[in-house]
């Protein structure tokens, strides 16, 4: 049966899904790596593996979604709760222009103080002093809840964004789309499967190009794992607008759902499975910062084309305990150790040129920023710009 299914594959056809839990149960693990580094050698035969330099930023740890897997959130009112100013975003934009940056991929809480106004105002801030700097921001779940605190629809959100200067999409928040794990995992309510992919459509049909991701290894079955790729390849088929697949395992430390992290060799197979499934997706990224730059080298040969972005600031899965760190330096020398030509990209995947360190001097980050010093409670100013929902910011905004 593997024999007749890897024979398809290699023949470039397209699996289903009682095909792809065949492979993902019962092919070697060889197997499945050489059936992904076909497909990524056809769509990629010119051997490049790109990256992005860009910064993650995450605006606020306040959040009201309360996902169980999550370590990085803080309740409304907590004394470790904190939303950026617009200043302090600008001092990350500055230090990402420093060392050949070109877009922040901006996530955050639902913070229940945030409304469209406060993004509206910064994106337009950032556009003002950066015109050609990318704002990569606000996955589907936070869409959704802009949406909802503001009574405002959907495709309304996107298009007042986008009007302020949103250029695309990333894919956080999908965990798995399959709605007996979101209910298990708590992040049901702040986004089912359908609206996930319904947040994702819109995006796609507002002509945004956006990204795909999934974290397995909680509570999901195989199944489900390759439900999830079947949701995200279907939608893929109607609108194109995937520029990119990523996949993490689950970081447990610190999360009230606990348990234990997957094995590398479950990524790889796991990796390798989705570039075998999601053949409508041109680029799957290798999670180094979960897996380490090692298996991040390895995945290249498990279907990945590209090492994702380099890390100049991380929160939330490194809340989670994930502490890998690479500079522009060290991936690009994972990349050349691996046998391929590193070479920098935008969030479109298009070619920007080769590692900025051989064009010109640059900072060498070598400890992994973060959104704010231990111990700084500062509130921004501009929040008194916006009226609070929450109870705990309207009485300290009283005590003010
Ligand atoms: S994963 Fe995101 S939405 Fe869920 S609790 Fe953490 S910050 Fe909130």
Redesign the pocket.
Known sequence: MVDRIARKVLDGGRVDAAEALDLYRHAPTHLLGHLADTIRSRKHPERIVTYIIDRNVNYTNI?V???NF?A??RQVGSSEGYVLGFDEIFQKIDETIAVGGNQLLLQG??NPDLPIQWYEDLFRAVKARYPEFKLHALSP?EVLHISRLNRVPVPTVIERLVAAGLDSVPGG?AEILVDRVRRLLN?YS?ASSDEWIDVMRDAHHAGLRTTATMMYGTVETDEERIEHMMRLRDLQDETGGFTAFITWSYQPEHTEHGGYEATGVDYLRTLALSRIVLDNFDNLQASWVTQGGKVGQLSLAFGANDMGSVMIEENVVRAAGAAYCMDELEIVVNIEDAGYTPKRRNMHYKILGDPIFRERDVPRMLSLATARADGDTSVPEELRNYAARSRARKTLRLAQ
Do not use: M, N
């Open positions: 959040c979604a309360r996902c999550c990085f959130y809480g639902h779940p928040g992040c702040k």
